[in-house]
């Protein structure tokens, strides 16, 4: 099963809308990535970001930039290889109803059901951002140039479901360079292992702990050997792992400041990196060994590491300090825009190592955990609230994204 030779049953085709930019023609296609990199030269930071072995992609999307021609703007001045969305992205676009409108106005005509509808408006954004971005997937080999559609988070629980939907938006957006999001809920992991055996490429989503990230990389591993068991060539399986970063240090500075010691204060705006420099460790061991290299032998590619949630959410904080603080080569950081534009505009890399703030720094970072632990901080707790938190807005934004498109198709202008 190969999303690139499926046809789309929805979306341009299905709908009678095509996106078109502010002059009328169609979104042209990027070029390879690294011919985007070497045609402007104004951000000298974001071009050594890439340099250091760091994939930009933006986390947000919307038909406004599509059809604006912002998002192309961003692959060609910006270094921006890829986009990841969610439920709140989109239920944030479509709240702004605007050049929605014509694609609303039709299915509205056609009969189509909210659900129905809602699926059509997120593909056709995804299909078009895809198509932008098809000519660096090329030329990456298919690592970067990734748009990544999130399945319904209602079925965070249901395997089977969400293996179902997994396949259904594969050949729904028909595009070889989709990623499709499922949450790493404990009941989700049979899922990714068996929609990646399946042939859908997976960006796995809300991973808090290094505990659960560990089991998302087996996910990842018994995923490839179902593969390889099934003849499928391992080269063309592709994943990421997205570990969320800010959001960890907002909840345990909250349990932080009410513990209020010297020693706890001293700790605020630290759990959230030093989580991620010990996932990014769990990283190197689990691709390392007997089981990973009879994979790699195969063809096999690693699940790269994915930093999301990488603005800061404390305003007292460096603005840019969830990119500098976590480069390390071979990674992906995921930001919002603002963040993207604050590292053009002031970012930093480390002088030593190209920028490598990861590597060979776990002993530091689990000091630094070993700290907070002291203090009384359950970090166990702190990562099973923020997975059902994480888990629960999304599926909050799920329903107002309903409830948005509803209203529009009831009241078409």
Not at 252 to 264: N, Y
Request: glycine share 10%; hydrophobic share 45%; proline share 4%.
């Amino acid at each position: 099963m190969h999303a690139g030779g499926v046809a789309s049953p929805v979306g341009t085709a299905g709908t009678g809308v095509s996106v078109r930019g502010e002059d009328g023609k169609a979104p042209e296609q990027a070029v390879t990535g690294q011919a985007q990199r070497g045609t402007h030269v104004a951000d000298d930071r974001l071009a050594a970001l890439a340099a250091a072995g760091v994939s930009i992609w933006l986390d947000d999307l919307s038909r406004g930039r599509v059809v604006s021609g912002d998002l192309r703007r961003l692959i060609d001045e910006k270094h921006v290889v890829g986009v990841t969305t969610n439920p709140t992205i989109f239920a944030a676009a479509l709240a702004h109803r605007g050049v929605y409108t014509p694609q609303i106005l039709e299915l509205t005509r056609c009969g189509a059901t909210v659900g129905d509808a809602v699926r059509m408006l997120m593909v056709v954004d995804v299909q078009e951002a895809c198509d932008l971005f098809r000519g660096v997937w090329e030329a990456s080999d298919g690592v970067d140039g990734r748009v990544s559609l999130e399945v319904n988070p209602e079925q965070a629980g249901n395997r089977e479901a969400t293996v179902l939907e997994a396949v259904s938006l594969m050949r729904a957006v028909g595009r070889p360079n989709l990623y499709v999001k499922i949450p790493a809920t404990r009941a989700s992991l049979p899922a990714i292992t068996e929609a990646l055996a399946l042939g859908v490429d997976v960006n796995v989503t809300l991973i808090f702990s290094v505990e659960r990230y560990r089991e998302v990389m087996a996910a990842y591993l018994a995923g490839l050997e179902r593969a390889l068991d099934a003849g499928v060539p391992l080269s063309g399986v592709h994943s990421v792992a997205s570990f969320f970063v800010s959001r960890v240090d907002a909840e345990v500075d909250e349990r932080l400041e009410e513990i209020g010691s010297d020693e706890a204060l001293a700790l605020r705006g630290r759990a959230g990196i030093a989580n991620s420099r010990l996932a990014h460790q769990a990283f190197r061991e689990t691709f390392a060994g007997p089981r990973w290299e009879r994979l790699a032998a195969k063809g096999a590619r690693v699940q790269r590491p994915l930093w999301a949630s990488t603005g800061v959410k404390n305003p007292a904080y460096p603005d840019t300090m969830y990119v500098t603080e976590l480069v390390a080569p071979g990674t992906v950081n995921t930001m919002p825009a603002a963040t993207l534009n604050a590292f053009a505009d002031h970012g930093s890399l480390r002088r030593a190592d190209n920028g490598d703030a990861v590597t060979g720094r776990a002993e530091e970072a689990r000091e630094v955990i070993d700290a907070i632990t002291a203090t009384g901080v359950d970090l166990a707790e702190v990562f099973t609230f923020l997975e059902r938190d994480g888990v629960d807005r999304f599926t909050r934004s799920w329903a107002e994204l309903h409830e948005t498109v509803g209203r529009s198709m009831e009241e078409p202008e």
